[in-house]
């Protein structure tokens, strides 16, 4: 069955860095959205991408982020100089027009925790 | 806008008894609403969704949910509770293509 796959499973970093959460959507889906989940809170939409341009993003999504599709695979979330309260569980997800287009399938999630 | 209120954030019951979770939502026009479900670790996994088909939609691990657009609900049900349904479930309304919008969580215990 197909499904998400995000890298890595865990990451740590230093406050200041840079992190690039990686993705691989399934194959011909069209719609790509990057969640995350603080801790104890609720899952918050962050951005969505379709035809290689950002098609809405939330007010968290600030020049901090930024999102990528570098070649037909994959799907990037870039985070400049991390924060201490970046620290959570990023989900990717993608969905399929043809199908409704509204379920989205999603990806077993990275862990950032900012240190 | 479209968001959804999950009236309980804990939800406890014995194996092998009914389980009811409750959704309510808000929409201004014909909504698409899902249950998701995480287990402790793992990632989002879609139990069951709605859109505009059937009222009463069955989804996995036998799981459903009715929409009732007279009472702006979909509570999420299961006949007999087994010990690996204790997880958090999340009710979800979309946007459309753009977002889904997360309810804040429901955590189900299941005892023995």
């Known amino acids: 069955e197909p499904e998400v796959t995000q890298t890595p499973s865990h990451q740590v970093t230093q406050m200041g860095q840079e992190v690039i959460l990686r993705c691989v959507p399934i194959?011909?889906?069209?719609?790509f959205y990057w969640y995350r989940q603080i801790l104890g809170q609720k899952v918050e939409f962050l951005v969505s991408f379709y035809n290689n341009e950002i098609s809405e993003k939330s007010e968290i999504f600030d020049d901090q982020f930024s999102v990528e599709r570098p070649d037909g695979s994959n799907f990037t979330l870039k985070i400049r100089s991390t924060k201490l309260e970046d620290s959570a569980m990023y989900f990717c997800?993608?969905?399929?027009?043809?199908?409704?287009?509204?379920?989205?399938?999603f990806g077993q999630g990275t862990r950032l925790t900012v240190v | 806008a479209q968001s959804v209120t999950q009236l309980d954030s804990h939800v406890s019951v014995s194996e092998g008894t009914p389980v009811l979770l409750r959704c309510n939502y808000s929409?201004?026009?014909?909504?698409?609403l899902f249950w998701y479900v995480q287990h402790p670790n793992k990632g989002l996994q879609l139990l069951l969704k709605?859109?505009?088909?059937?009222?009463l939609v069955k989804g996995i691990n036998g799981f459903e949910a009715e929409f009732k657009k007279s009472e702006t609900s979909f509570h999420l049900t299961k006949p007999s509770a087994h010990m690996s349904d204790a997880a958090e479930y999340f009710c979800v309304v979309s946007t459309g293509f753009q977002k889904l919008v997360f309810g804040t969580g429901t955590r189900l215990l299941v005892s023995p």
């Open positions: 929409s201004s026009y014909s909504p698409s």
């Open positions: 709605y859109t505009s088909a059937a009222t």
């Open positions: 997800a993608s969905s399929d027009l043809r199908t409704g287009g509204t379920e989205a399938f």
């Open positions: 194959s011909n889906h069209l719609y």
